[in-house]
């Protein structure tokens, strides 16, 4: 059975910095891996998809990479800005059937 | 990128009663739709894949009969809550995929708030 784990579950920094979140998950046969944005009250806002052929995307001062066989996806921020406060979910589909399961989650905080 | 819509965003009912929640697709048509549920500081958890024309299917230990799923176009799916009781309060949130794109890029909605007293 497919878990996804996020860590840390929680991050506090000052605006500027730049840092990193990560996601692993068990089985490393996926079709993609998708990060998400969450604020508060929120639904979700695609950030990211990666594919399961592709190591990396990048969409401004995101980067996501993906690394298959070892199960483990890095969601990097450059030059964090206190917007960038809310929290961050990866998924897995792993049968290309749009079921996502989805790892609990890193809030983050940014300072000003 | 892609809109979609879920009504009502908030909804107080009391127990016993049944709430209908609306997902639509605003621009594009969605073959299939999920439902996801989210308790509070917890991630979301699948409840079923809407299909259009078709039967939804339901993770387990989701009742069927509890939360009704009808997909009646490409653009809308309801999720009905019957009997509604305290502890169905939570986050609904649905999502769609669109199946023109390469990809099948999924776009979820804004949430719909449930508190059932």
């Known amino acids: 059975k497919q878990e996804v784990t996020q860590i840390p579950a929680a991050l506090s920094v000052p605006e500027g910095e730049n840092l990193v979140l990560n996601c692993s998950f068990t089985d490393s046969a996926i079709y993609n891996l998708q990060w998400f944005r969450q604020d508060p009250g929120k639904g979700l806002t695609s950030l990211l998809l990666?594919?399961?052929?592709?190591r990396e995307q990048t969409s401004g001062r995101l980067n996501a990479s993906l690394d298959k066989s070892s199960g483990r996806s890095t969601l990097y921020i450059a030059a964090s800005q206190p917007g960038d406060s809310a929290t961050y979910l990866c998924a897995v589909d792993t049968s290309n059937t749009g079921k996502l399961i989805f790892g609990q989650g890193t809030t983050l905080q940014v300072k000003p | 990128g892609a809109v979609v819509s879920q009504h009502p965003s908030r909804v107080i009912c009391k127990s016993g009663t049944s709430v209908k929640i609306e997902c639509r697709s605003l621009d594009f048509q969605a073959t299939t739709m999920f439902w996801y549920r989210q308790f509070p500081k917890q991630s979301l958890m699948l409840m079923a894949t809407?299909?259009?024309?078709?039967?939804?299917?339901?993770e387990q230990g989701v009742e069927k009969d509890k939360f009704l799923i009808n997909h009646a176009s490409l653009t809308l799916s309801t999720l009905t809550v019957t009997s509604a009781h305290p502890e169905d309060s939570s986050f609904y949130i649905c999502s769609a995929r669109d199946a023109s794109g390469v990809h099948y890029e999924q776009y979820f909605g804004p949430g719909t708030r449930l508190t059932v007293t």
């Open positions: 809407s299909n259009e024309g078709s039967k939804a299917t339901y």
């Open positions: 990666i594919q399961s052929s592709q």
